[in-house]
T-cell receptor
């Protein structure tokens, strides 16, 4: 079975500081994609960043970057220069590329609050 | 602007009643998905469709049905067999044929029991 674990249900950070959200996953597959989604109070799901498992280089998107440790099956998200608009629920997810039934598996989420 | 439109935003179901949630996209995406979200949990896949007239069950398909008669539309029916339908429902679509990872999400429908 494929699982995603986010061990931090809630986190907070001061505005302009840096915060890291952790995520671990379990799969026997070797070829997959990893994602971080953001869900603000509006409830819309927004893709923050994605990482292909075959790439060793960590993905970055402006203030968002990941630390991908394939052997450890770890995929943490770092948010630099936190802004009030970053307050949201953050979900880690992955999808394997084997077979035809490609399904996203989500973690239970981390509620991040950015404090003024 | 292109996007996904879900309606209604709020929906109430009576006992023994079937209700249908609408999902329409004008992004020309082939693949569409329905997810259910319960409080404190991530999304769980109900059904997905990779092309018109074809769809597959996800992890929690029991009590739900879908159709995909048009590329733009992927309605979800919550049947009376679904005993615990109260949840937030999200529709998504993707153009990414490699990962099939949903690229766009709708704003969701909140379903409650009367």
């Amino acid at each position: 079975a494929q699982t995603v674990t986010q061990s931090q249900p809630e986190m907070s950070v001061q505005e302009a500081e840096t915060v890291t959200l952790s995520c671990t996953y379990d799969t026997s597959e070797n070829n997959y994609y990893l994602f971080w989604y953001k869900q603000p109070p509006s409830r819309q799901m927004i893709l923050v960043i994605r990482q292909e498992a075959y790439k060793q280089q960590n993905a970055t998107e402006n203030r968002f970057s990941v630390n991908f440790q394939k052997a450890a099956k770890s995929f943490s998200l770092k948010i630099s220069d936190s802004q009030l608009g970053d307050t949201a629920m953050y979900f880690c997810a992955f999808i394997t590329l084997s077979g035809s039934a490609r399904q996203l598996t989500f973690g239970s989420g981390t509620q991040l609050t950015v404090l003024p | 602007d292109g996007g996904i439109t879900q309606s209604p935003k709020y929906l109430f179901r009576k006992e023994g009643q079937n209700v249908t949630l609408s999902c329409e996209q004008n992004l020309n995406h082939d693949a569409m998905y329905w997810y259910r979200q319960d409080p404190g949990q991530g999304l769980r896949l109900i059904y997905y469709s990779q092309i018109v007239n074809d769809f597959q069950k996800g992890d929690i398909a029991e009590g739900y049905s879908v159709s995909r008669e048009k590329k733009e539309s992927f309605p979800l029916t919550v049947t009376s067999a679904q005993k615990n339908p109260t949840a937030f429902y999200l529709c998504a679509s993707t153009w990414d044929r490699v990962s099939n990872q949903p690229q766009h999400f709708g704003d969701g429908t909140r379903l409650s029991i009367l």
